[in-house]
């Protein structure tokens, strides 16, 4: 069925993209432009959305380096459902290079006090899959103090977590 008129789903996306067999990049390309004018929407629910298919496209191999800043913007969203696909999209897409280190540091440092578990777990795993020696050793005593946590996922993510920044910057394992 040709190139359909976007939906705000990632699966009327996924389903776009099964139903233009043969006519995939035209269609992504389509999608890909939608997104962009979601990305620049000033709701943050559908801004989320968009990250999130950004995400699912990423998977097939396409760039989205081009959201990264809405990419962190979605992670400081308040609620966990839209913050979600922001840290996954970053966890996903961001590497040592992608320039992101200032401002997702105090980003990362407010979720891993929240209240929540699920949140500050969320950040540790983010934080494992970014790290760079830069946001290690902003973090490293965030995520020490985290060992002593009262709960017991978090810790065990932190360890986890501290093993992927001791790989990335010895020498921060000096400075425990």
């Known amino acids: 069925p040709g190139a359909m008129v976007f939906e705000k789903s990632l699966t ?3 389903k776009g993209i099964r139903a233009n067999r043969g006519k995939e990049s035209e269609y992504i390309t389509t999608c890909i432009q939608e997104i962009q004018k979601e990305v620049a929407s000033k709701n943050l629910a559908t801004k989320s959305m ?5 995400t699912y496209l990423t998977m ?4 989205m380096s081009w959201a990264t800043f809405a990419v962190v913007e979605v992670m400081s969203h308040n609620k966990f459902a839209i913050k979600r696909p922001g840290y996954l999209a970053s966890s996903m897409s961001f590497g040592e290079n992608t320039d992101v280190g200032l401002l997702t540091i105090n980003l990362f440092k407010k979720d891993l006090g929240s209240r929540s578990q699920y949140e500050s777990g969320m ?15 902003d973090m490293l005593n965030d995520l020490l103090a985290m060992l002593s946590s009262s709960r017991a996922y978090l810790r065990k993510k932190t360890v986890l977590c501290l093993f992927r920044v001791f790989l990335k910057d010895p020498p ?3 400075t425990c």
């Open 12 to 14: 009327a996306m996924v």
């Open 60 to 63: 097939l191999g396409y760039d």
């Open 123 to 137: 950040a540790i795993s983010c934080l494992s899959n970014i790290c760079n020696a830069q946001i290690s050793r």
């Open 172 to 174: 921060a394992l000096r």
């Open 50 to 54: 968009a990250v999130l298919k950004l």
